[in-house]
């Protein structure tokens, strides 16, 4: 079983830095896609980056320029570097992995596209 396990959430002023990170194990990591998505209480769950194993990324609109997702296929391991955070981005954080193949373009940030999910990590920005 896919096991995802996610860390480096923590409360932060608005403005200020994270570095989320997630481990996975018992899969051929290289071959995945891998993403994160983010779920603010009453919210659905929205994609936040994607990246695939040869480092082609994708970014939803609203962190363009302020997040920065990248993996370390030696060490398994998933990051989100997120600044200039906002209270907006208050959320559950979650990694998801998904194996070949890929998805259409359209839907790497979908998340009826991704097969195993993390437990997740609390971000919380405060104004």
């Known amino acids: 079983q896919v096991q995802l396990v996610e860390s480096g959430g923590g409360s932060v002023q608005s403005g200020g830095s994270l570095r989320l990170s997630c481990a996975a194990s018992r899969i051929t990591y290289s071959l995945y896609l891998m993403a994160w998505f983010r779920q603010a209480p009453g919210e659905g769950r929205e994609g936040v980056a994607s990246?695939?194993?040869?480092?082609?990324?994708s970014y939803a609109d609203s962190v363009k320029g302020r997040f920065t997702i990248s993996r370390d296929n030696a060490k398994s391991t998933l990051y989100l570097q997120m600044n200039s955070l906002k209270p907006e981005d208050t959320a559950l954080y979650y990694c998801a992995a998904r194996p070949r193949p890929l998805p259409p373009r359209q839907l790497l940030l979908h998340r009826d596209a991704y097969n195993y999910w993390g437990q997740g990590t609390q971000v919380t920005v405060s104004s």
């Open positions: 990246i695939d194993s040869d480092g082609s990324t």
